[in-house]
């Protein structure tokens, strides 16, 4: 089911009035179970079984882990864990992606195979929940979390609707302390959670959808060379267009969240005012990015290393999140730009970190606006469906193709410059804040006509959106 | 030794399992801020104003001409397609197929409530052959031909429209047939509710913006001058079928809408044309396979060519006459065409805006089309 489909705005109002209603707080959560499964069932009923046999698996294997006797027992456990869940990522996600390579590797050995087509349908989702999920018995394993009784309070923890689909990966620890006692909603907080509702729609509907993706798809899917004038936009509306589709999931979520008494942290932060890679990082698809760094670098030796290990850690760590993002070498090549990027960020500071220059205004915005060229330089390699594309538009934006053609029209032109351009100029304004100062900063006239404007244009735009990128993943 | 009920207990642990009492987590350490502001009168002002400007949007829109109609969009057609029984008499094609036929005479003609699979500025092949792929179906088909769309290459427009609606039908999921039940009621009762033409997109791409000599920017498409119903049985409103301003701007946007777009520059002109006729070949090829295929089974299968008037009539004779295309086919496949051109009935009628005809003498029209289909089926 999508945010922004009408059938949503039923389900909710409807679970949201049933909630409410209801005294009793195990009702209450029955309530949100079965809610969520109707949610994702509404996509496709029988993988309701699949998200069902994955959470009962680590709900069991939580409970082995936290009464094994022993180092090796409790390892064995959690190795069984993570085992069972890449293994259900990897048939229904990498199963045809492996098949190909393999038969690419024969190949070049001189053998011919012709692997069998899987037709196999990707669970949406499935990257997410699988980590809702694994979170569980990564920090019963750590000693971080102790293993919940209740395993309806565990299915609830990992298929709660908001964030099941598309994130923000909320991990079990920080889910399941909130299912203890009922919430209660303080002043104002419902109506703060619609509000977020809208604001993450209109990024998703009006910004992303409307204003951005059908430049991004001209520039990505046209056949010819194109100059550069042309191919930068493309990129950066691809650049824009993805940030409000994500970051408006994850705000449509944290708001439904908030209307239902739980609360979610912020899976985005300005991202675009990051200045250098590791601040990007810290700032874009944060519930990730901190889920590979606790569960993935640290483990791997993380600081704690000789320089040329942790720089491979690094690079290791963005290989499998851009292989995460889907299964295709473009991905691999995405993350790897991040890796380099980040290892060539940690050479730079060793030398320049404290030189007083390196902290003024204008090598800050300089190292800005780098950081946000460098980001949408990868996005070719996300965005692009294969790399004869990718090295097209790469080729387009450097000037190799100085005869190209200029296809966007003025107003797609406007569009995406105007966009970008108040795009920016909000992350910088906000980088040190959040949200919430700004809107309580605000004149309340303010706050009013954005929030009227905004449900205004998700009105006009009568939902004839796309689905959200990150769906696939 | 453990009593009666302990045992009984320890039967229910597995269920208890679910409803078990919170465990020795503790309570959450993090709460979001909320903004502190007067949520309630905001909240107030924010209703009113929506209420009053979609309120403010929906008289405009009506008094610009535009009533309550039903959009056309996948979920609809998919909605349609699930009617098609193995036996049923489909329609599929292009809008004059839409527009020019009335199912009740079809339905008293032919015995069977035809299904309407036509649709706006499409390709048949893609709903012909998933037709035809659907082994149980042995129905009839009563197809329209538009030359230009019905050989369009894979990748154009109207082959993506016809592939984008096949796979709904495909792949439908119960939140989308869902969102397609709620929204009907809407769109049959609020005039603005147009996808194809009031959306945020749609009038951003009307604004006056002069463009670069370079821009590819596709012909505009013909505003609002049809309804639709549950069916898809679609009507040209009065306002279109009257000589005056919506008729004349119709009539001026079909003309570059069917003339060749330019040509691609980052191919050659010669590679370009042969790859067209590839293409075009292909075409060919694949209608003929897919009416072998159907008749092998019992199904039955008719082409028609629907009236159409004035500069588009010129246009379209000048760059896909006759002989082109339309003999090819009828060749190709060895089935049965109905031209209108053939006939004096079919030919008197004159389409309003060029290529569709009015409500009225759609009626009509299929009322004197229906002893050619049944002649040509041999029903």
Known sequence: ??????????????????????????????????????????????????????????????????????????????????????????????????????????????????????????????????????????????????????????????SFFPQLVAGPIVRAGDFLPQLVTPPGLRAGQFLWGLLLMTLGLFEKIVLADTMLSGSADRIFSYPGPLVAFDSWLGVMAFAGQIFFDFAGYSICAIGAALCLGFHLKDNFRFPYAAIGFSDFWRRWHIS???????????????????????????????????????????????????????????????????????????????????????????????RASDFTIATRMLRGMFGGHPHGDAILSTREILQIGIVIACMILVHWALRESNIETAVTRLPRWLVTTAWAVMACAIILTQGSSNAFIYFQF | MPSSTSNFKRKLRLPRLFFAKPSEITPRDYERPIPQVPWRGITVIVVLIVIGAT?????????????????????????????????????????????????????????????????????????????????????????????????????????????KVVRRFHTQTPAQRASQYLGMPLEEHVAFLKQEELTLDELLKRLPIPNRASALVPPRLPPYFGTLDRERRSRMIEECARSGKLQSTVQQIWLPLFSPP???????????????????????????????????????????????????????????????????????????????EDFPELSEFNCPESSHLSAGDSVEFSKRLVPHLRKALQL
């Open chain 2, 55 to 163: 309120s403010a949007w929906e008289f405009y829109c009506r008094s610009i001409g535009y009533g309550p109609t039903l959009n056309d969009n996948e979920d609809l057609w998919t909605m349609t397609r699930r009617r098609v029984k193995p036996e049923s008499v489909v329609i599929i094609g292009d809008s004059r197929a839409w527009f020019d036929v009335d199912l009740d005479e079809l339905q008293k003609g032919l015995g069977k409530r035809p299904v309407q699979l036509a649709m706006g500025g499409s390709c048949a092949y893609p709903v012909l052959a998933d037709l035809v792929h659907d082994e149980s179906f042995h129905g009839t088909i009563i197809c329209s031909v538009v030359p230009r769309l019905f050989v369009t290459p894979p990748g154009a427009p109207p082959m993506e429209r016809a592939e």
């Open chain 2, 262 to 340: 330019p040509l691609p520059t980052y191919i050659p002109k010669d590679k370009f044309m042969a790859k067209m006729k590839q293409a075009t070949e292909q075409r060919f090829n694949d209608v003929a396979a897919a009416v072998q295929k159907l008749r092998a089974r019992g199904g039955k299968i008719v082409f028609v060519r629907f009236p159409l008037s004035g500069e588009l009539k010129k246009l379209e004779d000048r760059i896909t006459p006759r002989t082109g295309i339309w003999d090819r086919v009828i060749k190709d496949t060895a089935a049965p065409g109905i031209y209108y």
């Open chain 1, 1 to 158: 089911m999508l945010f922004n489909s009408l059938t949503f705005v039923v389900f909710f109002a409807i679970v949201v009035t049933a909630y409410w209603s209801m005294r009793s707080w195990n009702a209450r959560k029955n309530l949100l179970v079965v809610a969520s499964y109707i949610f994702y069932g509404a996509w496709n009923p029988p993988f309701g079984a699949l998200l069902f046999s994955t959470t009962a698996m680590d709900f069991w294997l939580g409970a082995r882990i936290a009464k094994a006797k022993g180092r090796h027992a409790r390892r064995a456990w959690l190795i069984a864990s993570v085992c069972m869940n890449l293994s259900m990522l990897g048939f229904f996600k990498y199963g045809n992606f492996l098949l190909q390579n393999f038969q690419w590797l024969l190949a070049r050995l001189g053998i011919i195979y012709q692997p069998p087509h899987l037709d196999i349908l990707l669970p949406v989702g499935i990257s997410f929940y699988t980590f809702h999920s694994l979170s569980y018995t990564l920090d019963v394993y750590r000693g971080v979390l102790q293993p919940t009784k209740s395993l309806r309070d565990f299915v609830l923890a990992v």
């Open chain 1, 288 to 382: 990730l990015s901190t889920f590979l760094r606790d569960y993935l670098y640290i483990p791997l030796g993380g600081n704690q290393v000789r320089p040329v290990r942790a720089a491979i850690n690094l690079v290791i760590v963005m290989f499998l999140g851009g292989l995460w993002h889907g299964a295709a070498w473009t991905f691999v090549v995405w993350g790897l730009l991040h890796g380099s990027y980040l290892v060539i960020e940690r050479v730079i500071r060793v030398f320049f970190e404290d030189a007083a220059w390196a902290n003024n205004v204008a090598t800050r915005l300089l190292a800005g606006f780098a950081t946000y060229a460098a980001v949408s330089i990868a996005w070719v390699f996300f």
